[in-house]
Structures are given as structure tokens and as C-alpha cells.
Nanobody, 124 residues
Framework: VQLQAFGGGLVQAGGSLRLSCVASGRTFRRDGMGWFRQPPGKERERVATINWSGSTTYYADSVKGRFTISRDNAGNTVYLQMNSLKPEDTAVYYC??????????????????WGQGTQVTVSS
């Protein structure tokens, strides 16, 4: 079972990136999915989550109105569209799967599978 995140890179402030997380080895179409990030020298933080159907999403206050999480269950893929990027968005971004029932978990400990992370760097 593997989650593979990609799409990170270096972008100027105000720019956009789209992260993708592709699952293999098992289907995650019935699981909650989340994107977390870990800025340099800081703890991992929850960025956005989406339930299995896509009907319920959560966004951290710091990214509301700028980031959009979505999923393609047929393709076993979750996306994070990031617009109006700021230098403080610089971090390693991780996707994760929560196999529990109901709304995706609030903390990293609730997630069962993790991708390897993709670096996002926003220059000022």
C-alpha cells in the first residue's frame, strides 16, 4: 500500500501549484483523506481534509479561500490546488489516509497511511 505525493516545487509568491496524491495497492475511495504540511523547524499541521464522498471538507484558517482539496475516487487520487501562495506556505506537504469511519481525523495520529512528502517553496 502506497501513497505517492507529487507536484511540489519552487514558485513565487502569488503563484499556484497543484499537488496530487495517488494511491496504489488498495482503494481509498471509502476513506477520508488529508493534506498536512511541516514547515522548517515546526510541527506537522493539518491543512485540508476531505471525506470519502467529497461532500465534507475542512481547511485550516491560514489557507481558507486559497486552497481547494478534491478527490477522484475512480482514479484513487486526491488533489490540493494551492492559489495565491505565500512564503509562509513553504513546507513539506504530505497526503494521508484515515481508515476510520466518519469525518477525517483532526490530528496526524488519526491517519493510517502517509505519502512520502513533496517540497513546496514559495519565494517572496
Amino acid at each position: 500500500v502506497q501513497l505517492q505525493a507529487f507536484g511540489g516545487g519552487l514558485v513565487q509568491a502569488g503563484g499556484s501549484l497543484r499537488l496530487s496524491c495517488v494511491a496504489s495497492g488498495r482503494t481509498f475511495r471509502r476513506d477520508g483523506m488529508g493534506w498536512f504540511r511541516q514547515p522548517p523547524g515546526k510541527e506537522r499541521e493539518r491543512v485540508a481534509t476531505i471525506n470519502w464522498s467529497g461532500s465534507t471538507t475542512y481547511y485550516a484558517d491560514s489557507v481558507k479561500g486559497r486552497f481547494t482539496i478534491s478527490r477522484d475516487n475512480a482514479g484513487n487520487t486526491v488533489y490540493l490546488q494551492m492559489n495565491s501562495l505565500k512564503p509562509e506556505d513553504t513546507a513539506v506537504y504530505y497526503c494521508a489516509a484515515d481508515l476510520g469511519i466518519g469525518t477525517p481525523g483532526r490530528s496526524a495520529a488519526a491517519y493510517d497511511y502517509w505519502g512520502q512528502g513533496t517540497q513546496v517553496t514559495v519565494s517572496s
